[in-house]
Structures are given as structure tokens and as C-alpha cells.
């Protein structure tokens, strides 16, 4: 018998032949969704429980196997897909669905890793509250991926990252024992944080099996308003003047360039634009907890104000629902006009609010530079200085030339990132695809203190070895272009 | 030259001889502000800046000598006293009172650890901005002692835990090297959270010297109501029809048992109660962001819900500025009364809020069992279901008797904590008085994870030695009562 075959019978016997999967039936595990990196490996294994997760990752240790864990497979950086050796197994948290409790009174739910954020969004509603997390991929993402990824999203102006929402954790270490973090409190103060330790460290100090998250009122009426703005400037000083006007009601702030906005219209001709092109957009979403009459009124004010300041040339106020949904549906469909338009290069960053506008004058000039009549499709939550900022070809240069560019124009975006004090991931993670890049612009001294932190939690390197920090020699996956 | 002579030199020569105290100099830094602990040590240095500290640092280490830092020496847990060997060095951290930036674009500020909280709340507010951490130590405590003990205060419930209001970190790492983690931005998904590892770490991984910190716009008016209750369960019934009626207004909710109230009457005659008294009480603050009569109004309507709904027995809203700080200064007078009747048993606990009513009742039964007579003087957080649970002898009982007792009402306290998935720390920290408890409660499992993280960050164990964790043998502070 073959150690790997011993393996496979042993975790056959843990968790039952159904659940370890090899060949086809594990293929889908092995290439992210957005078939960028394919990797291999020897079994993908669903166990059912935390209690399985623990024999799983037991065994895998006796075995010497490095195990990758993967959520619902939608990470935007190539943390959940394995390498190209074959050595590891991939261990789907998808069977752990349940949501152990919800707690109205306390205002948390215990939720387990493998819950579809969607469901989750939806238990909270039908018990009267709100789980705030929200994101593109909520109806195929997991819980334990948003919190090992430390997702982000639209409502973290006002709600914070997935960090910010999870009270407590439950949490398999390399050792296959668990550690039952699972506290709904607000305030404790006994010893080392090992919550937030665990949360953004995709899967590679222990693997997230459940959480104990925050909730919150659900609001009594949500407001929705498009308005146009000369520049990014003036942007960023109407954001400031929102979060005056509405405090903490001030639910979304997010910037679209007009070029991006006329491209969703140029695809999608069923979507049209409320108002005429301007240079930027901005999308606010207010919550009110009083009244929809209460919400629009409040609304009209701020941004009657910012007319006559003439910070804002133009606004549309949502009616209703189904019109607030429409404005929301052209700010959704940036990423998917810009598919339709051709690969093209994608970053998630965050500068300080104070930088920002400086930032995107500087880098599109670098840029254009670089690569002449290249098109910025620039859009994001400007209220957590987070911009999507895309480049996608001139219309002169083939596809093939312009993606033969990438890591130059990388290197542009990510160095003048850094110059304005920014994060060349603000919330995608690391995992194999900037790997490479956080050792450019980390401190050797931050890097040898995580190294410190990955080698006295995980000694023997099994936990999604090559993500985040550089791995023992293994091969990464393979890259497949953008 | 002796060991300590020649440290005592080299410290002289980095920072100068004013600022390398001994004998009676450094005696006032050898006691907190209790007076509870009192430790020894070979010197008190006050380095100056943050290349002085890690210059400090770096000779400490070069020496083997064990450092204590120190911020404003208001810590409720003796994390900041030296042991009684007198082998360490208490590093003060009072010198560094720079407010390095304001970024009112941005929403943030960067200060140095010295900062007393005053000040910051004060500098911010110039600014027309809000730094809402807000405890009653706020005049002489320090930014890097809350951050180290990752204080809570009475706005946690809106605004988090000094944790929540921290975007970035320098620190000095044991071998005098320094972290520079100052980022401003509200999504940074590079990497484990180094920044929350430090925060609550009470100085045992590395010496906070600085903090970005989160701002937020002024509130346009804040409105005060103290509310009479009839029980323990309908505070948290009237917690949660606030948080859904003010949804994110809601800046405070402090419970007081009709007991506390009448304490401080009684001590401090100048003080009134605008009320009848009754079992229980709540102090709620809401702060509006669209105007005076806004608030108020709002008071009104979610209030007199209340009333109808039985759930509250009287109300008093503060009708200008005046009378709410009177309200608040109730809720302040609290611990005063309370040392004025007598030394007390105090707890800083936290449960879930759907079990606060549950644990009053229960641990009050188990502690009237105990010490038949004993006064319960509760009070605390109820919007973060953190208690101030604390006990004073009954009229009869002596205050020695009474005290003897001390360690017997721990145990029923924090054991009744911990069957309803409480904290036994919930703003105060672990230090040393709450050492060896740790022990009891925590698993052995997140004690080791926690020992492997010290381990890890601090493998020579010179950081703050037997806080938090159970250090190398040396002796504890001597304790002198509480």
C-alpha cells in the first residue's frame, strides 16, 4: 500500500467514501472560479462536522500532508486552489451549513464556515435583524472564506470588514484539536487576540469551522441616491459632508468613473443612466431607522446643500425600492461590462480618503505613460478608500499585447500605491497571487514577524503551505492569464 | 562596575541621566494608582521619543534585562507594576505626548502613546472631529495603556473598544527594532493582524509607541434620559427596543441597580435622584447628527413606547446640556460612593445580553448564600453586557471579615461568569490580579496557543514577565489589599 493509498483508506474511514473525492468528481475543487490558477491534489475531502474536520486535519498531520481548505471557492487571489504538486488534500468546508443559534437578544448568530453568506443574510432577516456583510459573490461565497479572506464590500463604511462583524471563533488548529472561540461578547479582555489572528490569514494557521457573528436593527427604510461629480475631489469632500449630515446612517458610499458607467450602458442596454455623463458618479446609501419620509427628507438636505456648494452637479434620489435597486444594478454590473469588453487588469486597493484623489491623478497619468490610451475603469467604496482600480486596453492594442503588459503595469499601480500609504490589497487577501508582491512592499521586520507567528502555529508548515507568505519550495498552481 | 551599573550607564547614555530615575524618583512609578501592587525595580527610564525606546529596548535586551512598559499608571490589573525582584526596567512611555497628525479628510489621527486621552479627545474636537473612547480615567490615562489594555469605556457600544478605533500601530519589538504599522486605511487585507495582536497584549509582546486612530464627525446634539426599571429582564427588553428605534444614534446604555443610585445620594448630598427610586436603572445617550429638537423627539417617541408597553416605570430626559452631565454624573459618582462606604469585592465581567438577567439572579442568590448581607453595588455597560458587579459587606460584618472573604467570592462570581459564557475580564485586562485565574477558565488548549504566540514574539521573555501569562519563577508584585 502506497502512502498515499493508505491516506485516502484512512480518511475514507474518518469521513466515508463519499466525501473523498478524486479524479473528475474533484476537478471543480481544483481551479478557482475564475479559472486562473489549477492546481492538484491527492483527494478533496467534505467532511460533515467540526468533529471531521478535526480527524481530517489529524490524520493529514500524521501523514505529513499539507491540506489547503477552501470555502465556497470564489477568492479573488488564488488562496483556496492548491498547488501543482499534488501533495495536498483540499479540504471543503461546504457540508458545514448548519446555523447552530441565533440569539436576538444578545444580537449574534453562530453560524458554521460552510454557510452560503446569502443564507446567512436571510436567517438574520427572518428573525429580524440584519447581518450586514455584503458582497458580489454572496450567493455562492461561505462565511469561513469571508472570514479567512476578512472580506469586505459595500456596507463597511458603517458596518466594518467581516473582521469587525465576528465576536467569536471555532477554529481547528494543525494539530487536528479545536479550538472553541466561539464567545458572542462584546468586551473581553483575557489575553491575545486570537480571534483576528485567525481571521485574514487564509487557512494558513488553522481552518475556521464556525463563528459567532455580530448583528444589527434592520433598518426601517433604505435610501438610495446617484449623484455626478466634476472630480474625485469633489468626491471625497462630499463624503466628508455625508458623514456629517447622515453619521453612522451613512450605510454605502461608492464612486464610479463615468467611463465605467457608460460601459455598463454600452453592454447592458437595458440599464440606463439617470442622469447625464459626468466625469464621476457617486452612489450613497442612507438607513434610516425612523421612517422612508424621514430618510428621503434627511437626503434632500445634505444633498441640497452640496448643490448649492456646487460640489454635486446633479442628483437623482431613488422613488422606491425597485428604483434604488436599478442604481444599485449599474454599479454591479461595472465588473461584468468590463469582462464583456475584454481581459483586462485588475487591482484592489486602498489609499487613505485624504490621498485618494491624488492617487488616481497620479497612477492614470503614469499609466497613460505607460500604455497610451489605456482605459481606467476605476470604481469602488470610496468611503473606505477602496478603489477597483481596473485597466482594460486602448482600443488600438489587441488583448494579447496589452495582458503581456500586466506585471508592468502592476508594478506602476502597486508602487505608487505604496507611495500614498496605501495596501496593495485591501480586500481580496494575499494567497498565491501577491504573494510575491507583499515581500516588495512589507518591512523585512513585518515579514519576519509573521514568518514567526505562521512557524509557532503551524511548526510544521502543513497549513495552505505558498499563500500569503512563501511556502517550502513547493510548486504554485498554474496561472492561466486573467 | 556591577551588571546593573553598567546598565544603569548605558541607559544614561541613550536618554540621558534626568531621564534614568532611581530611589525616590522612581518610587511613584513602582506603585499603581490603587495602591494595590507595589514591585521593585533597577531603574525607571522616561525615553523621549521612539528611537529612545527602541534604543532602551535594545540595551535592555543586550543586558537580559526584562523590561515593564508603563502609559499613565491607571490600570486596574497591575499589568504596569514590576514584580518584587527588582530585576526589570519600567519603561515609561509619558514623555512620548506628540500629536504627530490630523487628517480630518481621512477621519484619522496619529499620536504617540503618551498622549494622555484628555488630550487626544481634545485635539480631535478642535479638529471638529470625535475620538469617542471615553472612561473614567480619561484625565491621566494614556493612549498606549488603553491600547495595551484595549479599554472599553461608555461609547463601546456605538464605537467599539479602543480595538475598533485603532487602524494602525507602532511598536517597539523586544530586540529594539521598530514595527512601523501606522496605516491609515480601513481595509488592508496584507497579511496576519499583527496591529490586534498587539492591542489588549498589555505590553508582554512589544511596546506600543504610537497609534492611527479612527475619528468620527461631531454629533450635532446629544441627548440624555435616565429611565426607571423594574427589573433587570426589561433592560434588556428596553436595550433592544432602543437599539432598534435609535439604530446607530444609540451612543450609551448604562444600567445602575436602584442600590448604587442610593449610595450615592446618600454620600454625595449635593446630588439628587430626579426620580423615585426603583430596582433598576438605565442611563441612555443619544447622539444626533441632524439636530437639538431631532434628538429629543426621537427620545420621545421611542420612550413613550416604552412606557406604554409597560416596559419602563418613569422617565427624566435631560432638557439641556447641564442636566445631562448631571445624569452622567450619577453613573460616575458610582465607584466613589461605593469607596466611601468601604473597601469592596469589584468584578469587571461580561455576558452575552440575553444572559445578564439570568447571572444577576443567579449570582446573587449564590452570594447572598455566601456572605448572608452582602450588598450587591452593580452597574456597568448594559449596551455591551459588560458589569461592573461588585460587592460591599453587609452593615453587620466587619470590613476585614468581609474582605478575608475576598478570593471565596471570585471563585462564585467568575465561576457563574463562566457557566453563562462570560468573561471574567471584560475592559479591565488580565495583568496580574486575574493571572491565575486565567487558568481556570481558559482552556488548556488557548493557553497554549496563547504561550506559543509570547514564545514566538518575545522568545527571551523580557516584555512585561508573569503578566498575562505565567511567567519564568520571578515573584509577583507584593499585594497590599485592594
New interface residues.
Given amino acids: 500500500m502506497t502512502s498515499s493509498t493508505s491516506l485516502l483508506q484512512a480518511l475514507t474511514d474518518r469521513i466515508g467514501a463519499d466525501h473523498v473525492l478524486t479524479g473528475d468528481a474533484a476537478a471543480p475543487y481544483l481551479t478557482d472560479w475564475r479559472q486562473r490558477y489549477t492546481g492538484a491534489a491527492q483527494a478533496v475531502v467534505r467532511p460533515g462536522s467540526t468533529q471531521e474536520v478535526a480527524a481530517v486535519m489529524a490524520c493529514c498531520a500524521q501523514h505529513g500532508v499539507p491540506v489547503v481548505p477552501q470555502g465556497g471557492n470564489t477568492g479573488l487571489a488564488g488562496a483556496a486552489t492548491p498547488d501543482a504538486s499534488g501533495k495536498a488534500v483540499v479540504i471543503s468546508l461546504q457540508r458545514l451549513q448548519q446555523i447552530r443559534a441565533i ?6 448568530m453562530t453560524v458554521e464556515a460552510g454557510c452560503i453568506l446569502q443564507n446567512v443574510q436571510q436567517a438574520a432577516r427572518n428573525a429580524d435583524r440584519l447581518f450586514p456583510l455584503s458582497l458580489a459573490s454572496e450567493g455562492s461565497c461561505t462565511v469561513g472564506g469571508n472570514l479567512a ?2 472580506a ?1 464590500g459595500t456596507q ?3 458596518y ?2 467581516t ?2 462583524l465576528a465576536l467569536g471563533l471555532e477554529v481547528v ?1 494543525p494539530d487536528g ?5 466561539l ?12 480571534r ?2 485567525y ?3 487564509e487557512g494558513t ?1 488553522g481552518i475556521i469551522t464556525a463563528a459567532t457573528l455580530r448583528l ?4 426601517v427604510a433604505v435610501c438610495t441616491a446617484l449623484v455626478a461629480l466634476r472630480s474625485m475631489d469633489d468626491a ?1 469632500a462630499l463624503l ?1 459632508r455625508s ?7 451613512l450605510t454605502g458610499f461608492e464612486v464610479m468613473s463615468g467611463v465605467s458607467l457608460e460601459l455598463v450602458v454600452r453592454m447592458f442596454p437595458q440599464q440606463s443612466l439617470p442622469l447625464p455623463t459626468s466625469p464621476w458618479f457617486a452612489l450613497l446609501e442612507v ?4 421612517s422612508e419620509a424621514h430618510g428621503r427628507e ?1 437626503f434632500e438636505t445634505v444633498l441640497e446643500g452640496a448643490l448649492e456648494a456646487d460640489l454635486v452637479q446633479d442628483v437623482v434620489i431613488a422613488a422606491n425600492i425597485a428604483q434604488g435597486r436599478a442604481l444599485w444594478h449599474l454599479r454591479e454590473s461595472i465588473s461584468l461590462a468590463q469582462s464583456a469588453e475584454g481581459k483586462n487588469i485588475k487591482h484592489d486597493i ?6 485618494i484623489a491624488q492617487y488616481v491623478r497620479t497612477t492614470d497619468a503614469l499609466l497613460q505613460d505607460l500604455i497610451p490610451g489605456a482605459r481606467n475603469i476605476t470604481f469602488g ?1 470610496l ?4 478603489l477597483h482600480y481596473n485597466l482594460t486596453r486602448p482600443e488600438t492594442m489587441t488583448e494579447p499585447d496589452f495582458l503581456a503588459r500586466q506585471y508592468d503595469v502592476y508594478r506602476v499601480v502597486h508602487d505608487s500605491v505604496h507611495a500614498h ?10 494567497g498565491q497571487l ?1 504573494r510575491d508582491e ?1 515581500l516588495r ?3 523585512p ?2 515579514m519576519a ?2 514568518r ?6 503551524d511548526p510544521k508548515g502543513l497549513m495552505n503551505p505558498g499563500k ?2 512563501v511556502g517550502t519550495g513547493d510548486g504554485d498552481s498554474a496561472v492561466t492569464g486573467d
Fill in positions: 440569539d436576538t437578544d444578545n444580537d449574534t479572506t476578512n469586505g463597511v463604511l458603517r466594518g470588514n473582521r469587525e488548529t484539536e479545536i479550538w472553541d472561540g464567545r458572542g461578547l462584546r468586551k473581553d479582555n483575557t489575553g491575545y487576540d486570537l483576528d489572528l481571521i485574514g490569514s494557521l444589527y436593527p434592520l433598518p471625497v466628508a458623514r456629517a449630515g447622515f453619521g453612522a446612517s438607513s434610516d431607522s425612523e434627511r486602498s489609499v487613505p480618503i485624504s490621498k467604496h468611503g473606505d478608500g477602496n500609504q496605501g495596501s496593495i490589497s485591501a480586500e481580496h487577501g494575499i501577491k507583499l512592499y512589507k518591512s521586520l513585518e514577524l509573521m514567526r507567528i505562521k512557524d509557532a502555529l500569503v507568505l
